[in-house]
């Protein structure tokens, strides 16, 4: 699957962010192995610490539909300039997919692609 397609996936799941308190919306689209695509969106919460992020979102509903494997996310954000995914998200990533294509966009959809231990080169593992 190319990236635009992807990225486009995200953008329709940064509509459903829930962002009231920062309104940083954020949208991922998750790649399985097989083909899939599952959508995520941030989740605000007045206690911030109780914030869901959209990747894992993603990863969440993947992992409940029976999904191990995932070969690419995409991310994109209603901010300026590239935005990249938070050190839980990449470990959240890593536990299911050390090797996965992290794709990280801009507001003109441009966009990077990494892998995942280009950004997390430490993954905390047993």
């Known amino acids: 699957m190319d990236a635009a397609r992807l ?3 995200a953008r329709k799941a940064q509509q459903r962010a829930y ?3 920062s309104n940083f919306q954020v949208g991922a689209a998750l790649l399985t192995a097989n083909g899939q695509i599952y959508p995520g969106a941030n989740i605000e919460n007045v206690s911030y610490g109780l914030t869901v992020c959209a990747e894992r979102n993603a990863v969440f509903k993947a992992v409940y539909e029976g999904e191990r494997e995932f070969s690419a996310i995409a991310v994109c954000s209603s901010g300026s ?4 995914p938070c050190g ?3 470990q959240v990533l890593a536990e299911f997919s050390p090797m996965i294509r992290v794709i990280v966009s801009n507001e003109n959809d441009d966009y990077r692609e990494y892998e995942l231990k280009d950004l997390l080169p430490q993954i905390f593992s047993i």
């Open 81 to 84: 300039g590239y935005v990249y």
């Open 19 to 21: 962002a009231p308190y």
């Open 7 to 9: 990225i486009n996936e």
């Open 88 to 90: 839980a998200c990449l």
